[in-house]
């Protein structure tokens, strides 16, 4: 039963960001059952562990689960936030601190998914690694996805990345 849970919440982390990452920060799954019921390639990394491509990564107090399974890119339940490294692979630098930060931004907003991408814009223009050219790069890799029931379409996300982007600018460059 418990895999069954697990299999319905993977099914909908595949919906989520426009068949990309999983919407739900509302999902309840506790991280023991997760790493239980996923399997022996799971790997639990502690907060302040994480490391994407050299660059270390938190969200917070919560720990990342790397799932080489897991229905995405990465996902965000209820105090721990998933990757899949399988398909993280093979994406720049910035598209996969972009997929973590939007997941974390779920630990912090919930469930609105426009407001994810915010985070995630913003935190990146904070720590310096989305300047103009990463924000294309995350722009023609979302302006791929189709919108669903949670997401806009990825052009419509798109734009409203760059109005984020532009709110997050530095005073003297607005």
Sequence with gaps: MKRWRQTCAAAAALL??????QAASDLELPLEDYMKSAGPEVK???PGELKIDGQS???GRRPTVMDPKFDSWGGAYEGYLILNPAKLQGLTTTIKLFVFSHE??????GRDEEAADCFAIKRGRRYGWLDDGGLLEVCEFIS???GDWDHPAGPKRCEHMRACYDAAAPSATR
Excluded at 16 to 21: E, L, N, S
Aim: hydrophobic share 50%; with cysteine; glycine share 14%.
């Design 44 to 46: 639990l990394i502690e």
């Design 57 to 59: 990564m938190t969200c």
């Design 144 to 146: 791929k996805l189709k």
């Design 104 to 109: 974390c931004g779920h630990q912090f907003i």
């Design 16 to 21: 989520a960001f426009g068949a990309g990452a």
